[in-house]
């Protein structure tokens, strides 16, 4: 009996015993949660992993479908490419061809014929005579006509047509308008646009004249002259003698 007494004095009494197995049972039961609670956050860190593994693989197939399109695509744009300039090819060719068949396009002298040409004629007065004179530039004697009408009216009419070589260079000069205003669209300049571009070009240098004088009654008809040099016409009308004084 003494010794159990003595070892109750050592260990403690039966109240705090008791209490110290309560202690140990709440440990026990702690690491037991937390046990658990380690099991459970394993399998949901597993969960996250396996779940974040699926997106990548998703996101992988998404981007290897994306690259597929985006190759389809430039395919399909390059061989889009390639059959617009084929189409270009074969439209110049025959563009060649027909020249070649046709021989060089040039415009009909009577559409030239029908533009207006501008005509700068002064008319002066002196003592004995008048004098119609004027630049026109380009125009030829065989070109240039000076008639006079029964009702005493002068007319001075001619017209303009390039040379071979004005021309083309007016060719030349459509084209290169019509390259830069149409950058965007691969089509061949035709022969009725280029002619209208031409001719656009052209109006006010190139065509036909007419000027009309009302001619006074004291003047010399037969003693009319007229000289075309180096672009520069001349009209003389005399005036018949007597009818001025020095």
């Known amino acids: ?50 779940e974040a593994e699926a997106e990548e693989k998703e996101l992988e197939k998404k981007r290897k479908l994306l690259d597929g399109l985006q190759a389809k695509k430039k395919k399909i744009e390059e061989e889009k490419l390639k059959e617009e300039e084929e189409e270009e090819e074969e439209e110049e060719e025959e563009e060649e061809v027909e020249d070649e068949e046709e021989g060089s396009h040039r415009i009909p002298e009577k559409v030239w014929k029908s533009l207006q040409l501008t005509a700068n004629l002064d008319v002066r007065e002196f003592k004995d005579r008048f004098v119609i004179a004027g630049q026109l530039p380009g125009v030829r004697k065989q070109d240039l006509a000076v008639d006079i009408s029964p009702n005493q009216t002068l007319v001075i009419s001619g017209f303009r047509l390039p040379t071979e070589k004005e021309e083309i260079l007016m060719q030349k000069h459509a084209k290169t308008a019509w390259t830069r205003n149409h950058l965007s669209r691969k089509r061949h300049l035709t022969h009725r646009e280029e002619d209208r571009l031409i001719i656009e070009m052209a109006n006010g240098r190139y065509g036909s004249f007419s000027e ?35």
Do not use: C
């Open 1 to 50: 009996m003494k010794n159990l007494l003595s070892l109750d004095e050592i260990i403690g009494s039966t109240t705090t015993r008791s209490q110290k197995k309560q202690q140990i049972n709440s440990i026990q039961n702690l690491m037991s949660d937390m046990d658990s609670v380690n099991e459970r956050l394993k399998k949901l860190s597993q969960t996250l992993k396996t």
């Open 212 to 246: 009309t004088y009302r001619l006074p009654r004291n003047i010399d008809e037969q003693r009319i002259s007229a000289s075309l040099e180096k672009g520069v016409l001349q009209v003389t009308i005399p005036k018949i003698w007597g009818t001025y004084t020095f």
